[in-house]
Nanobody, 113 residues
Framework: EVQLVEFGGGLVQAGGSLRLSCAVSGFTFDDYAIGWFRQVPGKGREVFSSISTFDGSTYYADTVKGRFTIPSDNAKSTIYLQMNSLKPEDTAVYYC??????WGQGAQVSVSS
């Protein structure tokens, strides 16, 4: 059974940093596209970052470029979302995803001004 389990999240002041972890199990951790999405109340989930584990290519939306990174540890089958210089508009529930099929349970990130 494929499982994605998220850790991290919480409340932070604007300008601060947080790191989310997404532990993946149940399938080979190579050759997949892994994405990070976020969702605010009343809106759909929005992809803002992704990485292809096949060639390491990455995507960052303009809203997070230069502030967020998505390192991974293949040995631990874990991907991370490192968020720096957080802004109040980053407040959302954050989800990790594999191949647009499998989802983590979500983690709340709240940024106070």
């Amino acid at each position: 059974e494929v499982q994605l389990v998220e850790f991290g999240g919480g409340l932070v002041q604007a300008g601060g940093s947080l790191r989310l972890s997404c532990a993946v199990s149940g399938f080979t951790f190579d050759d997949y596209a892994i994405g990070w999405f976020r969702q605010v109340p009343g809106k759909g989930r929005e992809v803002f970052s992704s990485i292809s584990t096949f060639d390491g290519s990455t995507y960052y939306a303009d809203t997070v470029k230069g502030r967020f990174t998505i390192p991974s540890d293949n040995a631990k089958s874990t991907i991370y979302l490192q968020m720096n210089s957080l802004k109040p508009e980053d407040t959302a529930v954050y989800y990790c995803n594999v191949n647009n099929i499998y989802w983590g349970q979500g983690a709340q990130v709240s940024v106070s001004s």
